[in-house]
Each structure stands twice: as structure tokens, then as C-alpha cells.
């Protein structure tokens, strides 16, 4: 396959259909109705299930019938439509069936506005729903990884029965990059066997997330926490750029992670010692790897377009070693990199 | 190393956002690294549109910058905005037929062209922004004239077909004034 010029909302729906989505259920919201758009045709022409539901809570308690079925599905949204999603993600993490939602984050609290934003880390990550449960959070940082990383969340969701999200921001949804897309791929032909999809000459199946009796809830939540430390054991992602010598590291995931490769070129050309870590997955976080490298380096930078939310993550893996400091912007603001490098000169004064 | 950062700005309509696009088609075609992002928002009817097109030989990092080192600028707002923006060094592509004021910096390479002016006489002064495109690569030596003529091809929509051979004619009469 060829690179293509591909907008991020179209690629990740693209990308869906050829890692075989067989039914997609969701709402329009701005920055990212034309994942919709594109599904809308796409989909129907392939004989497949495109719904467009009468709201998010609708469209929530669609996958979850369909990922009951067996059937690889998805939705996508944006802030304030996933956050009337919540229930729904809860019953699905109780009911443990595999399910993948995109959220291509905007500016809040409230309706707030369309621009960039990555202010739902703490609802991404800390469990948007009731419950003790995390969902799998990829954060992909280019259009290429956003649709590789489609192919992955399909894969994850199906092989430890999870929630997956992936946590994109308006940018990433609105923008356009060079990118290529896999080959279409056939769809499954067998449904799992766990799916409840008519039991006869069986047993029946059943999916459920209530469990009256405290023993019978813990028992099911002990194996839920299970579960989630081997995911946590298996599938932590992050990438590194020039860590080796670096004597501040930046943190940042996202768009933001990939300005912050441009504010390690620029440094190291000034002849600072900068590298970055840029976290693929939210959860699991890359405790370890921080950690190592907090006892490495002289002060850590966090970086985000939010308040500092993953900035809580990096200072309780860092445990105190070194300074931990935090950049950031509000309101659907994009730090440049020129920001991010003067605070980086800062800290480097500071720690000198 | 090839590597240009360009922001093309101008009135919703003037086809800001086509050119740079046409920009990134013509970039992958010469298997450059390409990233191309508009402004968005609630935008309204003659309000204004650009968008940031990043060309480069190495993989691009921020895809959102502050100071580009090239503006094609189709009206006095974008002029405004933008020309103390450029990086010292960069290049300015300014549309005189809309923007009756020069520029002052000394620090960059202005091009004027009346490109309004030229794109009605080709027939249709909504091909403004290909005038201005066919100076910046021809300033710039970025991508080929045949790259950008056979990405325009693939890529003008059907109902404008008919103008193909006019806005590769734009493209020329603009690479002409650089």
C-alpha cells in the first residue's frame, strides 16, 4: 500500500473497516463527525452495520449488545458525548466483553468548544463509571499511529475481553498527514464462544455485570484485578527519543508528544541534553521505565494541553527522585514548541 | 535537507485550504514527509480560512507552529497576521489585488503578485490561490511544477474540471513573478 494524504478522523474509520469492524453505533460531535461521515457510506456499501443512534446513551448500550454477539465493534465520539457514555462503559467492563471507543478530545469542562484538548485523561484513564475497573487507553501522536494502533485496540479488546479506548485530540482528528492503510482483511468467521448468540443443542452463555452477594462480587472483582495486572504486565507501550544522556526528560503523550520531538531536535542543537518519553499507552502507564529514568536524569518536564492530569501519573512513578515540573495549556490552546523549549531552558537553569 | 513550514491564509472561498492540500498531494508524490492542518472553529460566511502545510525530507514533529518559514497570504487580515510571523529568511507571497499595502520587512523575500488580477483574466479570479501556489514552488524549488500540475489533475473535483487547464495555466503565470 501507498501512502496517502489522510485526515485523522477518516483514517482511524477507514483503517476500522480493513482490520474487519463489522457494526459501528454512535452520535455526531465535532471533531470528529467524519469518522461518522465516512462509516455512513462505507460501511452500508459492505453490507455491514452502520448505525447512527438518537444519542450517546443510545449509541453506548448498542456496542454493548453487539460486543455481547460477538461482534467486533466501535464507536467514537468526543468529550461530552463520552462522558454520557460513562454508564454503559461501566456495564461493559463488568460484563467483560471486548468493545473500542475513539475520543477525540476537546476543549472543556461543559460543551466548551471544538479546539484540541487532552483535559480527559483523568475520565480516560481513572475509570469513567462506577466500579473499580481501567480500561486499555492508547494514545496515538500521527496519523499512522492512529491507524495502526486501530488494528491493535480490535486486538487487545478481543484477546483480554476489554474496554479499549483510544485518546485522540481535535487536532489529531482534524489534520491531515501522509499515512498508509492496511490491506483490507476478511472478516471473522466464527464468533467466540462466549458470545450469546442462541444457544441451541448448548448451554446458554451469559453476560451479565450483576452478581448479588458480596463473596460472588469480590470473586469476580479479584479476577478483574487479575486480569488487569497481566495486561498491565504485557501491553505497557511508550517510545524514547535521545533519553541515553538526557538530563531532563519531557513527558507527553499525543500531539503534544510529538511537538515535544520537535522541542528535542531544537534542544539538542542548542547543545542541551533533552530527551523524551512519550507514553503510548495511558493505561497501563510506564511506571517502570520512568522511574529508571527519574533516577537518571537531574528534573522531568510534563507537558499537556490540559491542567497537569498525567503530570499526577509522572510524579507518583517518579516517587521524588528528581523535580518533576509541568507546561501547560487550557481551553483547546496547543503549547508550541517554542513555549515548551524556553520552559525547558528554564528548567535546565534551575537544575544547573 | 528539504523542509518548509507554510501558512496560506485568506477569506473562506479563496481556496486557502485547496492549495495547501494540493501542496501535501504534490509532497507525497515526491515521498516527502507531509502534514497539513487547518484552522478550525465556528467559522462563518466570508470569515477567514488557513491552514499549516509542513513539507520535509525528515519525519515531522509539531504540526502546529507559531512562525512559518513561508506565508501566501490572499488577503489584508492574513497580511496582517502573518507577514511580522515569517521567520527571518522566509519567504512572503502576498496577493496585491487585495492587499493594498507593502510589506516592511527587510529580513525576508516578498513576492507581489496581482494574483486576483491574473485569475479573472484566465476566467475565473477564484483561481487566485494557484497563481500565488505556482510562485512559491517556483521560489522555493520544494516540489516539481509536474508533480503539483499532476496532483491538480487527480484532485480538482469534477464540477470544477472544466477549469483544470486554466489553473495549470494559473500555476505558470504565478511561477513567472518569482
Given at each position: 500500500m501507498a501512502k496517502e494524504l489522510l485526515k485523522g478522523n477518516v483514517a482511524f474509520a477507514e483503517a476500522a473497516v480493513r482490520y474487519g469492524l463489522e457494526a459501528y453505533f454512535g452520535y455526531p460531535i465535532t471533531p470528529q463527525s467524519e469518522a461518522l461521515e465516512h462509516l455512513s457510506g462505507r460501511m452500508v456499501e459492505l453490507g455491514r452495520v452502520f448505525l447512527q443512534a438518537e444519542s450517546e446513551v443510545a449509541a453506548v448500550n448498542m456496542v454493548y449488545g453487539a460486543a455481547s454477539a460477538g461482534v467486533r465493534v466501535m464507536t467514537s465520539t468526543s468529550g461530552p458525548g463520552f462522558a454520557l457514555m460513562a454508564e454503559g462503559l461501566s456495564y461493559i467492563a463488568g460484563s467483560e466483553v471486548p468493545a473500542v471507543f475513539v475520543n477525540m478530545m476537546r476543549g472543556g469542562p461543559g460543551l466548551g468548544n471544538i479546539q484540541p484538548s487532552q483535559a480527559d485523561y483523568f475520565f480516560m484513564t481513572k475509570t469513567a463509571g462506577h466500579g473499580d475497573f481501567h480500561p486499555l487507553v492508547l494514545a496515538p501522536a500521527s496519523i499512522q499511529e492512529l491507524i495502526d494502533m486501530m488494528g491493535l485496540a480490535f486486538e487487545l479488546a478481543e484477546k483480554y475481553r476489554t474496554l479499549v479506548y483510544i485518546a485522540g485530540d481535535g487536532s489529531l482528528g482534524q489534520m491531515m498527514e501522509s499515512a498508509e492503510l492496511p490491506p483490507m482483511q476478511p472478516l471473522r468467521e466464527k464468533r467466540p464462544?462466549?458470545?450469546?448468540i442462541g444457544c441451541e443443542g448448548r448451554d446458554p452463555n451469559i453476560i451479565t455485570s450483576l452478581y448479588l452477594g458480596a463473596k460472588n462480587l469480590e470473586a469476580v472483582n479479584i479476577r478483574l484485578q487479575k486480569k488487569l495486572a497481566e495486561i498491565k504486565q504485557n501491553e505497557t507501550r511508550w517510545k524514547e527519543y535521545e533519553t541515553e544522556d538526557a538530563e531532563i526528560l519531557l513527558v507527553a503523550y499525543g500531539t503534544v508528544g510529538r511537538i515535544c520531538t520537535s522541542v528535542v531536535r531544537e534542544s539538542r542543537k542548542q547543545g542541551l541534553k533533552i530527551g523524551l518519553l512519550r507514553p503510548q499507552t495511558l493505561w497501563p502507564f510506564p511506571d517502570t521505565r520512568i522511574r529508571e529514568l527519574a533516577a537518571q536524569v537531574k528534573a522531568i518536564l510534563v507537558s499537556e494541553?490540559?491542567?497537569?492530569?498525567?503530570l499526577e501519573d509522572v510524579e507518583r512513578t517518579a516517587q521524588g527522585q528528581c523535580p518533576v515540573k509541568f507546561y501547560g495549556r487550557l481551553g483547546g490552546v496547543v503549547p508550541l514548541t517554542d513555549e515548551i523549549l524556553s520552559e525547558t531552558r528554564k528548567l535546565v537553569r534551575e537544575v544547573a | 535537507m528539504k523542509h518548509e513550514e507554510t501558512i496560506i491564509s485568506g477569506f473562506g472561498g479563496q481556496g486557502a485550504l485547496f492549495a495547501g492540500q494540493l501542496l501535501a498531494y504534490a509532497g507525497i508524490a515526491e515521498t516527502l514527509y507531509v502534514t497539513w492542518i487547518p484552522s478550525y472553529g465556528p467559522e462563518m460566511r466570508g470569515g477567514t480560512a488557513n491552514c499549516t502545510v509542513i513539507l520535509s525530507e525528515e519525519e515531522i514533529g509539531a504540526p502546529i507552529i507559531q512562525n512559518p518559514t513561508a506565508a501566501i497570504v490572499l488577503n489584508l487580515p492574513s497580511m496582517e497576521k502573518y507577514e511580522p510571523l515569517v521567520k527571518p529568511g522566509g519567504l512572503l507571497i502576498v496577493n496585491q489585488s487585495l492587499i493594498p499595502v507593502e510589506s516592511t520587512r527587510q529580513d525576508i523575500r516578498v513576492i507581489t503578485i496581482p494574483a486576483t488580477d491574473i485569475a479573472t483574466e484566465l476566467g475565473?479570479?477564484?483561481?487566485a490561490n494557484l497563481v500565488l501556489l505556482g510562485a512559491f514552488i517556483q521560489a522555493?524549488?520544494?516540489?516539481?511544477m509536474e508533480s503539483l500540475e499532476s496532483e491538480l489533475g487527480k484532485h480538482i473535483s469534477e464540477r470544477h474540471r472544466k477549469w483544470l487547464e486554466p489553473n495549470k495555466e494559473a500555476l505558470h503565470k504565478g511561477a513567472e513573478f518569482a
Open positions: 464462544d462466549w458470545a450469546v494541553m490540559s491542567a497537569g492530569q498525567m | 475565473n479570479p477564484r483561481m522555493t524549488g520544494l516540489i516539481s
